[in-house]
């Protein structure tokens, strides 16, 4: 049996474009193989449906199919894992199409082959690091500007992230007696935004004392 497994990060993004790989290549779903499908982020090797497959499933001499190997794996340690559990121990081919690589299970891997492979999955493995890199940049990025994720609704946070709604907020806090999370909701200021701001200012007038930060806000003449 031929397993074609197909892997997707999002339920923002289809499977149409690993399909149309698979078919180019001749693999078609329900007449020579058997389509398997998957929304599960590729940083973790807990997918399940790919989980089930190889344990319940997949027997000797049956063959896997990816379209590359980034959606089977983007870690090194995972991949040889993965290698080990499928090629050597159920005794199962592997065929990638995008790296053209095709692992026979009664096979001998010589040492250029499981190089390349190694080289190739710690690639992959570096591009999810980036990525995840660059996600963590943006986001930093638009909570310290008071944005959020996604379509925008109402008037934008952003126009209440300034100094004069934070003394306002931090005001609400000291005074009225009320905790951070109502606060914010009664001010609008974002209140990852405030987080952010509040851990700049006890490093700023070092003291976490709310009242001193206060009172210092006030008397603070430079900008925003």
């Known amino acids: 049996m031929i397993y074609c497994y197909i892997r997707v990060s999002t339920d923002k993004q289809d499977y149409q474009r690993q399909e149309n790989i698979l078919k180019e290549k001749g693999y078609i779903n329900g007449q020579n ?11 973790t090797a807990n997918r399940p449906f790919l989980q089930d497959l190889i ?35 159920k005794k199962v081919n592997i065929v990638i199409l995008k790296e053209n690589f ?24 570096f591009e999810r690091d980036i990525i995840a890199d660059r996600t963590k940049e943006a986001l930093k990025s638009k909570m310290i500007n008071g944005t959020k994720s996604g379509r925008p609704i109402g008037k934008p946070k952003s126009e209440y992230n ?14 009225d007696n009320i905790g951070q999370n109502k606060a914010t909701i009664r001010t609008k200021y974002p209140k990852q935004a405030f987080q952010f701001k509040i851990k700049e200012c006890y490093t700023k007038y070092n003291t976490k ?6 009172e210092r806000l006030r008397g603070d003449s430079n900008t925003w």
């Open 33 to 43: 193989c058997l389509y398997i499908t998957e929304t599960y982020t590729g940083k």
């Open 55 to 89: 344990n319940n499933k997949i027997k000797k001499g049956d063959t896997l199919v990816s379209c590359e190997l980034s959606r089977i794996s983007r870690s090194v340690k995972d991949f040889n894992n993965l290698i080990d559990e499928i090629l050597n121990k």
């Open 102 to 125: 095709n692992l026979l299970a009664n096979g001998n891997m010589d040492a250029m082959t499981k190089l390349i492979l190694n080289i190739t999955s710690a690639f992959a493995e």
């Open 162 to 175: 300034n100094k004069e709604n934070f003394i306002k907020t931090l005001d609400l806090i000291v005074n």
């Open 209 to 214: 004392d709310y009242k001193t930060i206060l």
